[in-house]
């Protein structure tokens, strides 16, 4: 019964998203209130319906409901709870149906906090929005439905989640890089409604800001989490290896990350409308074509979901709607470029200018490792694949470029160049960079590595000319009043400079050993010894396992014990390597069972990697900082505003968000 | 002028997407093999069914035949394992296994339960000939002609799509080229 009034609720949910894309469209091309004021109840409409739907498969997932074809594919009795809920999106249907979830959230959340935006553009953001939410509701519907039955012959047990999503990392994973993914429809939704209202102006860039900034940050996080999890779980000690869907979302990430910066510039000068209006929509395409490459079978990759064709021309088919739609609207109605520069060669404008072209063009290198098998595949050119020495030679030094004009960033003005004073004082910076750049790698390494000094410099470099303008900024006006725009720029900007240690560290002082043990044996790695003490057999919930013993001794003092597992799961005979990790600041110790290799002997895999932490860390701090921009006084000021203005408040959330919005 | 210029990403756009158009026809699972048209490896590897047995390459000619990878651990095998039967019993084609990193008690049970419809079987325990076949995972299937030069690969399971569209034309002009020469 529950499956049925899911599919039920996911047919309503079209059903609202249809009027949705339509009438308000209308009402504001005629100017009419009351077509309008259609809006905001057909998109709580949607998001109730979305909800229920989604329940119902989660609640098919927590009892075990067999009948649901879905569920038996990805779930069984023995599962463990958390994995249950988890395998709700961890194939196709389930994710896709989180994918419109999370849409109708968004758009929700668009609903409610846009209340003292001009009517006409709330109703248009919404309206596009409504449209894509069709493309997906349709495509769960027509191709991939999540609640079809096994009947009559439903089986008695379920099959399995791919043991390799049995992770922590699976639950959250996902969902945030989603959110990043759909959340960039809302600034996509803000350009096309720009673009069709012929408003294209600073009033439309600041509307857009916060949520490019939300969304970036949640696909920083899901990034993030998506390569701690690959490095743990892979069994292989790798943390990023350009694989094709691994690009998919690393693409709108960086071209987000332009757009972050363009739309401050569209804000504060508005210049750059056309090319921030390009961006906004570069940025969703992305993300669909991302959603394109993982579900049509087009491209083999570790993440690839079982796909039939029919999915990925749908797929195609929506994509030539939305990004044809979008490109040809921007070609005819986007301002026409006015090459009059009013700025100086080294003002803020210039250097946020070419922050876009790099980002951009690393982008697009990016799609075009990505796609370059297709495209000579489909040009009869044989199968070919494109590895890890394309893609870090060309993004190696595009990205120290872009480090170096960061430094130059934070003290650069709007429309001027920099005073000589400001020249000497970055001169000091840059000296102090290169100096301690040159020792860490010396003392450190024990010899002078090019790759470390760079890496060093650079990231002292950011961090350097960061800390002065905080501490010039905070005397001036006092630390407490410093707005959170700034400082998650900062934090974001130093989340960067520790992602490039741990990036460069990782790979050149990371020592790497595959070697045959039996009991007693041990080998130095990186200052310590690594002893195999033998293989116990351990059960967990639904595997048997071999557990690895292995004593890690310093000196001569046992400092750890890890116990890597290759793990049998059960249901299904699927076998997986659960590597050991003992984390530390600066380094961690990575172990990993392969293959028995008779007489008790394994081949064990053991990694010493340096600042290998650093890399998430910093991660995790760039999202952070785009969370910390988001929660600045300038967006709450106008929630703030709307409860004195007297607006007819048609339902009570959108008062009580006020008022938190105020208070928080 | 000016207001065609904006039009540029529209046809990047279009001439990309037509290329992903043409991608969906193509099948990335299809691997060409770089032994396709070369001989088989030697091997000398014992039988699965009898340890004291050895087989070698100069077993598996003679006929155009199939040369199929398979495990126990692997779960697409199980699927693939009744449409094997399916195709000695009608095509009369004969099919050799390789029995690849699997333990032999298991594999021998699997044969018993399931049926058996491998002519023989490499016990490949180390994955020895895996490795000189270029073996990407289990199943995968080789057809090799008389003299035992591989002439198709396949990977995955073979259903009856891959043997009307590939395999069977090919061993239909096999056995033609076969009785004329």
């Not at chain 1, 992602?499 to 990371?510: D, K, R």
């Not at chain 1, 292995?550 to 046992?558: A, R, T």
């Not at chain 1, 390597?577 to 110790?589: N, P, Q, S, W």
Request: with cysteine; hydrophobic share 50%.
């Amino acid at each position: 019964m529950l499956p049925e009034l899911g599919h039920f609720t996911l047919i309503l949910a079209l059903c609202m998203a249809v009027p949705l894309a339509v009438i308000p469209l209308i009402g504001a091309a005629r100017n009419n209130q009351l077509w309008m004021s259609y809006a905001r109840p057909l998109v709580c409409g949607q998001f109730v319906f979305l909800v229920t739907s989604f329940a119902c498969l989660a609640a098919a997932f927590l009892m075990d409901d067999f009948s649901v074809a879905y569920v038996a594919q990805n779930s069984n009795s023995a599962m463990p709870v958390q994995y249950k809920l988890s395998a709700v999106w961890g194939a196709h249907e389930g994710s896709l149906l989180l994918w419109a979830l999370i849409l109708s959230g968004w758009t929700f959340a668009v609903a409610v906090f846009s209340r003292n935006l001009p009517d006409e553009l709330v109703a248009r953001v919404l309206s596009v929005m409504g449209m894509i939410s069709i493309g997906f509701l349709l495509f769960l519907l027509l191709t991939s439905n999540p609640f079809a039955r096994l009947l009559p012959n439903s089986p008695l047990e379920g099959g399995e989640l791919n043991p390799l999503l049995q992770d922590v990392g699976l639950i959250f994973h996902p969902p945030l890089l989603y959110m990043g993914y759909v959340g960039f429809s809302v600034a996509f939704a803000f350009a096309i409604a720009a673009l069709l209202g012929g408003q294209l102006d600073a009033a439309w860039a600041r509307w857009s800001r916060p949520w490019t900034n939300i969304a970036w940050a949640f696909l920083s996080a899901g990034i993030v989490l998506g390569s701690y999890w690959a490095y743990y779980e892979l069994g292989w000690g790798g943390w990023w290896f350009w694989d094709p869907v691994e690009n998919a979302s690393f693409m709108p990430w960086l071209v987000g990350c332009a757009l972050i910066h363009s739309l401050a510039v569209t804000d504060k000068r508005g210049v750059f409308k056309s090319w921030t209006v390009l961006l906004a929509i570069f940025a969703f395409s992305l993300s669909l074509l991302g959603t394109f490459l993982v579900r049509s079978g087009v491209l083999t990759s570790v993440h690839a979901f079982a796909s039939d064709p029919a999915r990925g021309l749908f797929i195609l088919v929506f994509l030539f709607l939305v990004i044809g739609g979008s490109l040809t609207l921007y070609a005819v109605r986007a301002p026409e470029v006015v090459s009059k520069p009013v700025f100086g060669l080294w003002s803020r404008e210039i250097l946020l200018l070419l922050n876009n072209v790099i980002l951009v063009v690393a982008a697009v290198t990016v799609l075009l490792g990505t796609l370059y098998p297709l495209i000579i595949d489909s040009l009869g050119g044989g199968r070919i694949s494109v590895g890890p020495p394309y893609f870090n030679l060309v993004f190696v030094p595009l990205m120290c470029v872009l480090f170096v004009l960061l430094g130059f960033a934070p003290k650069s003005q709007w429309k001027r160049s920099s005073t000589n004073n400001l020249k000497r004082e970055l001169f000091m910076a840059a000296l102090a960079s290169l100096g301690v750049g040159v020792l860490f790698p010396l003392i450190y390494g024990g010899e002078l590595h090019l790759g470390a000094v760079l890496a060093a410099t650079l990231s002292l470099w950011i961090a350097i000319t960061g800390a002065r303008d905080l501490i010039t900024k905070g005397r001036k006006s006092g630390f407490g009043r410093l707005s959170r725009s700034y400082l998650g720029m900062q934090l974001a900007h130093f989340g960067l400079a520790v992602c490039i240690i741990g990036v460069a560290f990782t790979s050149i002082y990371s020592e790497q050993r595959d070697v045959r043990m039996s009991p007693g044996d041990s080998l130095e790695l990186g200052g310590y010894r690594f002893q195999f003490d033998g293989v116990k057999q351990v059960e967990g919930q639904n595997f048997s396992a071999q557990e690895g013993q292995i004593s890690i001794y310093q000196g001569d003092q046992k400092a750890y014990l890890l116990q890597p597992q290759k793990r049998v799961y059960l249901a299904r005979r699927q076998s997986m390597t659960e590597a050991a990790i003992e984390t530390g600041f600066t380094r961690d110790l990575y172990v990993a069972l392969g293959e028995p290799l008779g007489d008790g002997a394994w081949a064990v895999r053991v990694h010493y990697k340096a600042f290998v932490i650093w890399i998430w860390m910093g991660g995790l701090l760039m999202g952070l900082g785009g969370f910390l921009a988001v929660t600045d006084r300038r967006y709450r000021i106008k929630a703030a505003q709307s409860e004195k203005i007297p607006v007819a408040t048609d339902n009570g959330v959108a008062e009580v968000s006020s008022n938190l919005g105020a208070k928080a | 002028m000016k207001r065609l210029k904006l039009f540029v990403p529209l046809i990047i756009f279009i001439a990309l997407g037509s290329l992903l158009l043409k991608g969906l026809e193509l099948d990335p699972n299809e691997m060409p093999s770089a032994l396709i048209d070369k001989s088989l490896p030697e091997f000398r590897l014992p039988s699965l069914e009898n340890p004291e047995a050895m087989l070698g390459r100069k077993d598996l000619l003679g006929q155009v035949a199939l040369v199929n990878v398979w495990a126990t651990w692997c779960p697409s095998c199980r699927v693939e394992h009744p449409y094997l039967l399916q195709i000695t019993e009608q095509e009369k084609i004969p099919i050799y296994g390789i029995d690849y990193k699997d333990v032999r008690e298991d594999a021998q049970q699997w044969l018993r339960k399931l049926g058996n419809p491998y002519v023989a079987n490499v016990f490949d325990e180390q994955g020895k000939l895996g490795i000189d076949l270029g073996v990407f995972g289990a199943p995968e299937t080789y057809l090799i002609d008389q003299k035992g030069v591989i002439r198709y690969k396949h990977i995955g399971v073979v259903d009856d799509q891959v043997w009307l569209k590939h395999l069977k034309p090919l061993v239909e002009q096999l056995r033609a080229e076969a009785s004329q020469g």
